[in-house]
C-alpha cells in the first residue's frame, strides 16, 4: 500500500530517523515548506514536526506508523490534584 500523512509536533515520529522504522515500511518522499521535495531519502535522514511523509508498505506496517505520527494525547483517567 501507498500512504501519506502528515507529522505531528511531539509524535512518536517527530525526530526519528529513516533507520528506526520498520524494515518493511519505505520512506519514497518528504515534503516541508522550507525545501524542496526529498525524495528516497537516506537512511540517516530524519523527520521533523510538519513534514508530509510519503510511505509504501504492508497495510498493517502502514497503520502502525500512521498512528505513531499522530499527536501525543492526554492520559485519561489522572486528575490533577490541586496544590
Known amino acids: 500500500m501507498v500512504g501519506g ?3 505531528a509536533a511531539g509524535s512518536e515520529l517527530d525526530g526519528l530517523r529513516m533507520f528506526e522504522l ?3 515500511t519505505r520512506v519514497i518522499a518528504i515534503t ?3 525545501a524542496p521535495v ?3 531519502p537516506r ?3 530524519r ?3 510538519g513534514d508530509t511523509v510519503y510511505l509504501v508498505g504492508p497495510y498493517r506496517e502502514l497503520v502502525a506508523t500512521l498512528q505513531k505520527g499522530q ?3 492526554p492520559e485519561v483517567g ?3 490534584l490541586p496544590a
Request: charged share 40%.
Open 5 to 7: 500523512m502528515h507529522v
Open 22 to 24: 520498520s524494515t518493511q
Open 32 to 34: 516541508r515548506d522550507d
Open 38 to 40: 526529498q525524495l528516497h
Open 43 to 45: 537512511r540517516d535522514a
Open 47 to 49: 523527520l521533523r514536526a
Open 71 to 73: 499527536p501525543p494525547q
Open 78 to 80: 489522572r486528575e490533577r
